[in-house]
C-alpha cells in the first residue's frame, strides 16, 4: 500500500525504490525469457527427450522386447523359407514370422527371465 508522499525527498526515494524494483523485475523477466529460448531448441528438445526415454525402464524394456521379437520373428521365417521359391511356403514363413514375433514381443519378460536362470544354470560352478 502507498504511503502519502509529503515532500521532495520522500518522492524521489518512492522513485528511486520503484526503480530498482523495476530493473530488478526486468532482470528476473530477461533470465526467464533466455531459459525458455534456451528449453525450445530443438537440439535441448531432443535432448530432453531422450535423456526421458532413457530414464524409464517401462519403455525400455518394451523396445528390448519388440526388438527380440522382431530379430526372432525374422530368424524363424529365414530358417523356415530357406532359399525356397515356392509361394506357399513364403506365406507360411510370413504368418510364422508375425505370429512368432507377436509372442516373443508379449512375453519378452518371461522369456527374458528363462533365458537367465538357464545361463545361471549352465554357467554357474557348483562347489
Do not use: W
Request: proline letters at 2%.
Amino acid at each position: 500500500m502507498m504511503q502519502h508522499i509529503t515532500s521532495v525527498a520522500e518522492l524521489r526515494n518512492a522513485i528511486q525504490t520503484a526503480e530498482i524494483e523495476q530493473a530488478h523485475h526486468c532482470k528476473m523477466l530477461k533470465d526467464q525469457f533466455f531459459l525458455t529460448y534456451e528449453s525450445l531448441k530443438p537440439v535441448s528438445l531432443i535432448t530432453s527427450t531422450l535423456a526421458s526415454i532413457s530414464k524409464s525402464p517401462f519403455l525400455i524394456d518394451n523396445i528390448m522386447g519388440t526388438v527380440m521379437g522382431l530379430a526372432t520373428g525374422y530368424l524363424s521365417r529365414t530358417l523356415f523359407i530357406g532359399s525356397s521359391v515356392n509361394r506357399i511356403r513364403r506365406l507360411i514363413g510370413t504368418i510364422l514370422q508375425f505370429g512368432i514375433t507377436n509372442v516373443i514381443a508379449q512375453n519378452s519378460d518371461t522369456i527374458t527371465s528363462f533365458g537367465k536362470s538357464l545361463f545361471r544354470n549352465i554357467f554357474h560352478k557348483k562347489v
